[in-house]
């Protein structure tokens, strides 16, 4: 069991400032990819300084009120995605990691996200946490933040969150859990939470909102402008650094960089032949994936799932209301669909497939998601059913690149690609005999 | 060789054919409804109180041949989702005529959605399960059951009363007060039951109507009374982790120097555990039995009390080692592996870790180790 591969929060600094310079200096890509790595490097770099600016580091996990905790001066680390940025600039750190969890006991078949986190808790290599926070609404995973607080003494919270979430009693309980949040991190970190600044980081968090939408009718464009080296910046502004003037700056130069390549006719690839909707989540697990399905195939991506908002996103009912705003915002927040019944997500999906003009989805099987491989065949259907939208299940582990070989992906995305183009749909969409 | 209980083969006998039984058959015949309910956050009394029958969806003792599910659920789900959807596409269970789930896990609420989008029922619903054990989760749980009420009295076109839900409580009190007598009897040094016949009495009572099922148990009581029935085996062992419904798996255990004398199942003690309230509103009453009355699971977040809930039944049974079987892709389980070893390791109780898939009969690997273990535990005793 090696160890010479595992990444800690410096290293990763140190490889994030060189993949933003690297991306300054390389031909052909779009100039927003050095901010988002730049962005990255910026919200490690804060979970690096936290102890010396005297700020409480929190370990949390999917739907979280970040503006709180932007508001109270808690760094959040968000533990999914660790792993995802790992992968961006050293996918050799999570096979270990993995490996190391496995030794602890853990199984192989719970979710990647976690045991990298248990991995690297066990060795050190986590980032210092003070406190857990996660809620239902991603999966039965978050079971690890109790357990691992358990095993490391670090104390956690749960935001519990009704199955059914938008009927009133829902949400009122949803809201009130937040509200149990903040007497937790109030008692935890003996400073109170002031409301004046949650409003400003509330707005912060809104105009993001704003401008992501935006920037998805920008991507909707046929052809897309969005290039693959920076498909996901928009989903990990949202889910990182909500909250914050640098997520909003950073997606605002990115919009204005799309409109400026619609404006000149710039697209992500000459010939865009496919349209592709990622209908779980993208492959985080080889970040060059998208890349070389623009290349090779001339399939771009146009959207995924994780970085969808419900409808319009209004959430600001009540301007006097920060905490009930917020309780709604994390109920529609990118990704939220996962925990709400199956049909729910596969509607969302439908409505993103027909707003993006996708000719194929790919679901991405995640080993260790036991939400995704009980919905799979109804958003399966429901894309065929509505849109004519076939898809391509890959099996695969979510951060795992040694799980599944390029190869055996590029195998069988050449019979995808090439069964869509010879569908009697795709000919119809292309307006091809 | 022990005896046989009349009592005990008349529940099998009524629960058999798995799942169509004698006693659904029955049931149906009188023109009697059949809810199926797939989790232990499903409140069997709101459905009996219905005047419907309240039947747990599972597998039984063979292993079921996966031929299309996974063509809807994909295999890196657990194999019990799995099993009971294929039974569904297999039509066996073409009896029922309502669905009843929980969010208990992942897997349970997506057996739900597929079952409601491919084979929707006449009547489904999905509850939510709290993952913490305090006052706001009752309050929401309550909220929850007392909208399930109001739907299944709108299917049944009868709003269920008051005093049907308080009798309901009566009958289901009545059986776990019955079964818990059973689980004290198996501390005796010699148990009157196996632990595979102990499961079989546990399946009867999710799989038959409620006051039948009781009259059995108490035949099934009296009968242990009058023979005074002891099962010489010298190895006591506890039986923890995710539902067996596969008696044989616990049969190949008992095959050795071993009888079991207590489990930790949801479909086993947690079952027959505990008292619903009779002194408050029969709602509210149910509601603080679920959330709060029963030995924590699993599930909840804070699994602290469940390693402690064994630990603390490995001292009342005088249990000499653990079986721990997971059924692979359970979530819950896998999480709380490392800890439970630790404590278990602490009060000195070896753990043999088993994962299986779901309904298979224990197969010659598991034989091997199972008496790697039994002989590990001798030799622990001499």
């Known amino acids: 069991m090696g160890t010479d591969n595992l990444i800690t929060p410096e290293g990763l600094a140190a490889r994030l400032k060189m993949a933003a310079e690297a991306m300054r200096k390389k031909p052909g890509v779009m100039k927003s990819t050095a901010g988002y790595m730049e962005l990255l490097n910026k919200y490690v770099g804060r979970i690096i300084t936290a102890k010396e600016h005297g700020k409480f580091v929190v370990t949390h996990g999917t739907q979280q009120p970040l503006e709180i905790y932007e508001a109270m001066d808690i760094v959040g680390v968000f533990n999914e995605f660790w792993g995802v940025i790992s992968d961006v600039v050293m996918v050799e750190s999570v096979p270990e990691a993995l490996s190391i969890s496995a030794s602890t006991g853990t199984p192989n078949e719970v979710c990647s996200f976690f045991r990298n986190m248990d991995g690297l808790m066990h060795v050190g290599k986590w980032p210092h946490t003070d406190m857990f926070v996660y809620a239902t609404s991603s999966c039965d995973n978050v079971k690890a933040f109790h357990t691992l607080g358990r095993r490391y003494g670090i104390p956690d919270f749960g935001l519990e969150r009704p199955y059914y979430p938008f009927t009133p009693r829902a949400m009122e309980h949803w809201r009130n859990e937040h509200k149990r949040l903040i007497a937790f991190l109030e008692e935890k970190t003996g400073k109170k939470l002031d409301y004046d600044r949650l409003k400003e980081t509330v707005r912060l968090s809104y105009r993001l ?107 600001i009912l009540d301007p006097d209301d920060p905490l009930g705003n917020l309780a709604y915002r994390t109920q529609l927040a990118p990704g939220n669909c996962q925990y709400s019944p199956s049909i729910d997500w596969a509607g969302q999906v439908v409505e993103q497939a027909r707003k993006f003009k996708a000719d194929g989805a790919i679901f991405n099987n995640n080993w260790g998601c036991k939400q995704a491989a009980g919905l799979s065949s109804i958003v399966r259907d429901e894309l065929l059913r509505h849109c004519n939208v076939p898809t391509l299940t890959l099996n695969v582990d979510v951060i795992d690149a040694t799980f599944t070989s390029r190869a055996e992906v590029e195998a069988q995305m050449d019979g995808f690609f090439e069964m869509i183009e010879s569908s009697k749909a795709y000919k119809e969409r292309r307006n091809l005999k | 060789m022990n005896t046989p209980f009349n009592a005990l083969n008349e529940m099998i006998r009524l629960a058999s054919p798995f799942p169509e039984s004698v006693a659904v058959k029955d049931w149906k015949a009188s023109g009697g409804k059949v809810i199926g309910w797939v989790n232990p956050y499903v409140p069997e009394e709101i459905i009996y109180a219905a005047g419907m029958l309240p039947f747990q969806v599972s597998g039984n003792n063979e292993p079921v041949q996966m031929q299309g599910a996974e063509a809807y659920i994909l295999s890196n789900t657990c194999s019990y989702i799995r099993t009971c959807w294929q039974l569904q596409l297999d039509g066996q269970y073409g009896f029922l005529d309502g669905l009843v789930s929980s969010s208990m896990c992942d897997q ?174 029969p709602m509210e009453a149910l509601a603080r039995y679920y959330i709060l009355g029963r030995p924590v699971d699993m599930h909840t977040w804070n699994s602290d009390g469940r390693l402690e809930f064994i630990g603390e039944m490995t001292q009342q049974y005088k249990v000499d080692g653990i079986v721990s079987e997971i059924v692979r892709f359970c979530t819950y389980n896998g999480w709380d592996k490392f800890d439970l070893k630790k404590q278990m390791d602490k009060r000195g109780i070896p753990i043999l870790e088993i994962d299986l898939e779901y309904g298979h009969p224990a197969g010659a690997q598991v034989e091997i180790r199972a008496e790697a273990f039994m002989e590990m535990l001798e030799s622990r005793a001499s």
């Open chain 2, 108 to 281: 349970d609420k997506r057996l739900y959605s597929v079952w409601e989008y491919y084979k929707k029922l006449p009547y489904m619903d999905i509850l939510y399960a709290p993952r913490k054990r305090d006052e706001a989760a009752v309050q929401l749980y309550l909220a929850d059951i007392e909208d399930f009420r109001d739907r299944l009295s709108l299917y049944g076109m009868r709003r269920i009363p008051q005093p049907d839900l308080a009798d309901a409580i009566r009958v289901y009190n009545r059986g776990r007060e019955l079964m818990s007598r059973l689980y004290e009897l198996r501390k005796r040094d010699r148990p009157p039951v196996t632990g595979a016949e102990a499961l079989e009495v546990s399946k009867a009572a999710a799989r038959l109507p409620r006051d039948r099922f009781n009259e059995l148990m108490e035949q099934l009581l009296d009968e242990i009374k009058r023979t005074g029935r002891e099962i010489k085996k010298s190895r006591r062992v506890m039986v923890i982790g995710n539902d067996l419904h596969n008696a044989t798996q616990i049969e190949a255990l008992e095959s050795l120097d071993a009888v079991v004398v207590v489990d930790e199942m949801n479909c086993g003690i947690r079952y027959a555990w505990g008292q619903v309230e009779t002194q408050m509103p």
């Open chain 1, 209 to 315: 909102t704003e401008v992501a939408l935006e920037i998805d009718d920008l991507v909707a464009h046929v052809p897309t402008p969005m290039s693959a080296e920076c498909f996901g910046g928009v989903l990990l502004a949202l889910r990182l650094m909500c909250g914050t003037q640098e997520a909003v700056d950073f997606l605002e130069s990115l919009k204005a960089e799309l409109e400026e390549r619609i404006a000149n006719g710039v697209a992500a690839v000459n010939l865009e032949r496919f349209r592709v909707i990622w209908s779980s989540f993208t492959p985080f697990w080889d970040t060059g994936l998208m890349g070389f399905m623009q290349q090779k195939y001339g399939a771009v991506s146009v959207t995924e799932v994780l970085q969808l908002w419900r409808g319009q996103a209004n959430w």
